[in-house]
């Protein structure tokens, strides 16, 4: 047994990793510009496919994308798999600052906007793309060939799931840690799942929109599927498998996957290493098929609501009025919310679309949202929990609390200007008993994917979000006694932008769907 079970390890992890106010004041830790990190991870010598720039548009409504579960049936082909890729990692915008530095703008959102997270392909039966193992390079939007031949065989096995074996691709998206850890050190390792869960989010939505079957794959062992990308494993990781497209005939048997030699153009001229991210992975990876099988059977039994959902939302609204695609575009993180109100449809369907469950290997449901409501319409300023089940808001404490929320946020006044501020919080010790250290992993998966759906059902309605970061006891105080034994996961804050809603940029050419 790894040692995935041994799950004091990722208590160690989050504790060590913990803000509090005297920790951010002390850290000492200051931004090195001349050592920070390409926005692109780049392969030289390799084989280049590019990308149709001519790929089909995600028009359905924004709210019905990310919440429909994406189980259609059409053909994956180049175009499809073009706009997927896109829509989840692709740069939708480019801005010139003064002196020459350019900033690329990606579909979904990362913190600090560092962007660590890649997307791989493993593809046999995409119709237009030949058999191989592709790395996708977002800024020249195109697929770079790291191997020959139809793999997913190979991946099938990684994850005990013979499906994916005769899906047409699976996406896989990794972690590069320096890209990260340049501005986050160590607590890197969190933020690797909250971008990855927020791409996720798009992934899925896209999917949905263009009649594309996908759906999420959490286990897996680690050193094949890093191993079959040729990653190097101490310095980026594999996160989470995608397989998309209808299922086919079973994938033949996968060639012998060989150790890979292609040159990768370094990010800086340095780099730091921190063991404490590198330890985090590797004490929730797993070494084994079957392990991965006895990892999926895991238990999970959440503990049972308690208190009464006293505030009833409006019932959700079923559309947006924007399509996935225009939000997509649209999006980008608040930098300064007005203080203005939302109404309590507009939040009421942000919350319900966000939380509907998600197609994976593993339940939904590990992590609970809590709210600081500041200006919403039909809704009392206060501290709440929010019941999925019931979908109503039940009251902890009444009070305007803006203060204390942009103090919870690190002391950054987005945390209380906003309309509402979202904490997502885990039962940690519920989480670990079920899942081992990976369960932690997963939390903070969902807790991004459930961010990255508050965005775009924001930006779909036609206001703002952005991902904060926050004191991790004092939110768990603020929110206690209701709270006692969850642990804070993240937090995202919607509200109105100081400059308006989005409007979209002129996208690439694209053809409709």
Not at 80 to 95: M, N, P, S
Not at 97 to 110: E, L, W
Not at 229 to 254: F, M, Q, W, Y
Not at 307 to 331: F, K, M, N, Q, Y
Request: aromatic content about 10%.
């Amino acid at each position: 047994m790894s040692g995935n079970r041994h799950f004091d390890a990722a208590r160690r992890y989050h504790d060590a990793t913990a803000h509090t106010p005297q920790s951010v004041r002390t850290s000492g830790h200051r931004l090195d510009w001349d050592t920070k990190p390409e926005p692109f991870k780049i392969y030289p010598d390799l084989p280049v496919v590019p990308l149709p720039r001519d790929f089909p548009v995600p028009a359905q409504d924004a709210l019905v994308a990310m919440s429909a579960p994406p189980a259609g049936e059409a053909r994956l082909d180049l175009e499809r798999l073009a706009a997927i890729l896109f829509f989840t990692a692709g740069v939708t915008k480019r801005k010139e600052y003064p002196g020459g530095g350019m900033m690329y703008f990606r579909a979904a959102p990362s913190t600090g906007a560092l962007y660590q997270t890649e997307v791989y392909v493993v593809a046999a039966a995409v119709t237009g793309l030949a058999p191989g193992v592709y790395h996708f390079s977002p800024g020249d939007f195109a697929l770079r060939r790291l191997r020959d031949g139809d793999f997913r065989g190979a991946l099938a096995i990684a994850a005990a799931d013979d499906d994916m074996g005769g899906c047409p691709a699976t996406l896989v998206l990794t972690g590069i840690y320096w890209r990260n850890t340049w501005k986050y050190q160590a607590r890197g390792y969190r933020h690797l799942f909250w971008d990855s869960g927020s791409m996720l989010a798009n992934l899925l939505a896209a999917a949905s929109a263009l009649d594309v079957p996908a759906r999420v794959v959490t286990g897996f062992v680690e050193v094949e599927v890093n191993g079959l990308l040729g990653v190097d494993a101490e310095k980026e990781g594999a996160l989470l498998l995608a397989p998309v497209g209808a299922p086919g005939r079973p994938a033949p048997e996968s060639p012998v996957v060989t150790a890979l030699t292609t040159s990768v153009i370094p990010l800086s001229p340095s780099d730091v290493d921190y063991p404490l991210l590198r330890d985090a992975y590797a004490n929730s990876s797993l070494d084994a098929e079957g392990e991965v099988h006895a990892w999926r059977e895991a238990d999970w039994s959440p503990a049972p609501v308690v208190g009464d959902s006293s505030v009833a939302l409006p019932a959700p609204r079923a559309t947006a009025d924007r399509a996935l695609a225009e939000t997509i575009l649209a999006r980008g993180s608040t930098r300064e919310f007005s203080g203005a109100a939302i109404s309590a449809d507009q939040l009421s369907a942000a919350l319900w679309h966000a939380t509907r469950g998600w197609p994976a290997d593993i339940p939904s449901g590990l992590v609970d949202l809590y709210l600081s409501v500041h200006a919403v319409e039909g809704i009392e300023p206060g501290a709440y929990a929010y019941r999925p089940a019931a979908h109503a808001l039940e009251l902890i404490r009444r009070g305007e609390f803006r203060g204390e929320s942009a103090h919870l946020c690190l002391d950054q006044a987005l945390g209380g200007m906003s309309a509402a501020t979202v904490f997502f919080l885990s039962d940690l010790s519920l989480v670990l008993d079920a899942f081992g250290n990976r369960g932690y992993r997963v939390a903070n998966l969902e807790a991004g994917l459930i961010g990255g759906r508050l965005y775009l059902a924001a930006y779909g309605q036609r206001f703002g979000a952005t991902g904060l970061t926050f004191y991790d006891r004092e939110v768990a105080a603020f929110f206690a006694p209701h709270a006692t034994g969850k642990d804070p996961l993240f937090v995202t804050a919607l509200g109105r932008s100081v400059r308006g809603p989005g409007k979209s940029p002129a996208p690439l050419q694209m053809t409709r769907a």
